[in-house]
């Protein structure tokens, strides 16, 4: 396929206002865990770097290892200069960050926990000038009861003297009903403008380049419906396997790691309604509308318009991997699924007859999460050489990673005396235009947080809204005789059964060797 490259770079000169995040103590309950060391200390002093972080921050890390403070520091100094989200380490700017960290060992589930901490935010509060508070859970979801629980009891959910935030990763819960319980937990403390239900996903470039993309473009909103898109395809395929999250995963899964949030809010991006103003509640509302839309499966739709899958051993660039069912903590007999392909349907006026093929899996041949929007066929073959041939269709497809970017597919006539058309493809890359400096996910969700922006956090009712969707899957396969595991080798596309679930003469799922969005050199 021919590739044009268009890349139109930015004026320089006209740099956005760096916003600044409000002052305040930033509470990371779980500090000792992998969350905090790979990506919220490194995302926390990128911003401090680029002058988002307000100066008279603080950031108090609990957790249940016993540590000083000079051991915590030391700890997080090493995780921020060998991050590889990082845009630069500077052992000055450091020294000034680090001033800023502190630690306070302590069991989550102790009520007593919550008064000491009461008294040190007075402290931590008192020295620095601020009264603000972020609470930040990075923990399993299991103790995001105690840990809300405990703030309200200490009367930490609220203060006279400034504003006191929570910030929830994901799972919020793991069906329809527990997510409704966490929610009624939480809002028994908080109030929902106070909730930050936090998916990565959401402060990925790209992702926010959809909605811009769409609605700030007059030459994309008037397709965007049934009458000139044939289907959406959106996957998220990784080459690594579980890792040494076997035991998690046995719990969780892939519909419930991959799909209950991050797919499912790339859904809702491609298809939702314009908003009336891009604020929180307006971007939201919509989304939700989306999840309404999507009506939950019956046990027969499930078995039609879901597959299921499990890496066996395999070969992933040039070396062999064991198969899920060898890796640590994993059931040798296990039906966790690490594949799973699904078809939605969002049954509106915009999308009536449209499907939405979704896809995620580990140990597949190619890392990308891509979503392609395939446009109708031409009517009329006016450009072919004989009666059957046809035009490839047009495609957009926005790459969100490994490598940030948009590519259009559309056709062009050869060069040369006869009427001969090819495909090619205009491609954007971030990097291209805009350089290596864009800020990560969690970056973005971090300031956005002490900033009191909640636009790219998920809503109560949102997360419930994708829980309705999720649990009838989830409870159809417990019924339902689980696949014939392991049903696809590392280092493939996945099941074979999957390319029977895309419908239709001129459908089907891409090969993931074939890259779109090439590095920029």
């Keep these: ?43 926390l002093f990128d911003l401090n770097c680029v002058g988002c972080m307000n100066p008279y921050f603080q950031v108090l890390g609990i957790g249940r290892t016993r540590m000083s403070s000079e051991d915590f520091r030391k700890q997080m100094h090493d995780a921020a200069a060998s991050s590889r989200d990082s845009h630069g380490f500077d052992e000055e700017r450091w020294e000034f960050f680090a001033e ?9 589930n102790d009520p007593e926990l919550y008064q000491k901490l009461k ?60 997510a409704r319980e966490l929610n009624h937990t939480v809002l028994n403390v908080f109030q929902e403008n106070d909730i930050y239900r936090i998916d990565h996903y959401l402060g990925k470039e790209t992702v926010q380049n959809i909605l811009v993309f769409r609605f700030g473009n007059t030459l994309w909103e008037p397709v965007w419906n049934r009458n000139y898109i044939d289907y959406v395809e959106i996957t998220a395929a990784e080459t690594v396997g579980v890792e040494t999250r076997g035991a998690f995963y046995e719990e969780t899964g892939a519909l419930r790691d991959m799909v ?10 491609t298809a939702m309604e314009p908003p009336i103003a891009f604020d929180a509640d307006s971007v939201r509302e919509q989304k939700v509308q989306v999840f309404r839309s999507i009506h939950p499966m019956t046990p027969t739709e499930v078995e039609h318009c879901t597959v299921r899958g499990q890496y066996g051993p395999g070969v992933i660039d040039g070396r062999p991997v064991p198969g899920y069912r060898q890796e640590k903590a994993v059931n040798p007999h296990s039906r966790t699924e690490t594949y799973v392909a699904l078809e939605f ?18 140990r597949l041949s190619r890392q990308t999460t891509e979503i392609r929007v395939h446009f109708k066929r031409t009517p009329q073959a006016l450009f072919a050489r004989t009666p059957d041939e046809e035009m490839d269709p047009n495609i957009i497809t926005f790459t969100i990673q490994p490598n940030e970017g948009i590519s259009i597919c559309f056709g062009a006539k050869r060069p040369g005396q006869q009427m001969v058309t090819a495909p090619v493809q205009a491609n954007f890359l971030y990097e291209s235009v805009f350089g290596s400096g864009t800020p990560v996910a969690y970056a973005t969700l971090l300031l956005d947080s002490m900033r009191g922006d909640p636009t790219l956090f998920t809503r109560g009712d949102e997360v419930e809204a994708e829980w309705r969707i999720i649990t009838p ?7 339902m005789p689980a ?11 996945g099941p074979m059964t999957a390319e029977a679930l895309v419908e239709g003469e001129h459908r089907r799922w891409h090969k993931l060797s074939e890259a779109i969005v090439e590095k920029a050199a």
Excluded at 345 to 362: D, E, I, L, Q, S
Excluded at 483 to 493: E, H, K, L, T, V
């Design 1 to 43: 396929m021919n590739t044009v490259v268009t890349v139109t770079s930015p004026d320089k000169t006209k740099q956005p206002n760096i916003p600044q995040a409000d002052s305040c103590v930033l509470v990371i309950f779980g500090a000792s865990g992998d969350l905090t060391r790979r990506k919220l200390i490194p995302a």
């Design 100 to 108: 800023r960290l502190h630690y306070m060992p302590g069991d989550l």
């Design 345 to 362: 349907h969002v049954r509106n006026w915009r999308w009536a007859g449209v499907p939405f093929y979704v896809r995620t899996g580990k």
């Design 473 to 479: 899957i989830e409870e159809a396969w417990a019924e």
């Design 119 to 178: 008294q040190r935010l007075r402290d931590l509060g008192d020295f620095a000038g601020t009264h603000n508070h972020l609470f930040y859970v990075s923990t399993p979801a299991s103790l995001a009861p105690p840990i809300v629980e405990g703030l309200g009891a200490a009367g930490l959910n609220h203060n006279d003297k400034g504003w006191s935030r929570i910030v929830l990763e994901k799972p919020f819960g793991r069906d329809l009903q527990s």
């Design 260 to 269: 209950a949030n991050h797919l499912l809010q790339l859904v809702a991006l």
């Design 483 to 493: 696949p014939n595991f392991p049903n696809y080798s590392a280092g493939s596309d």
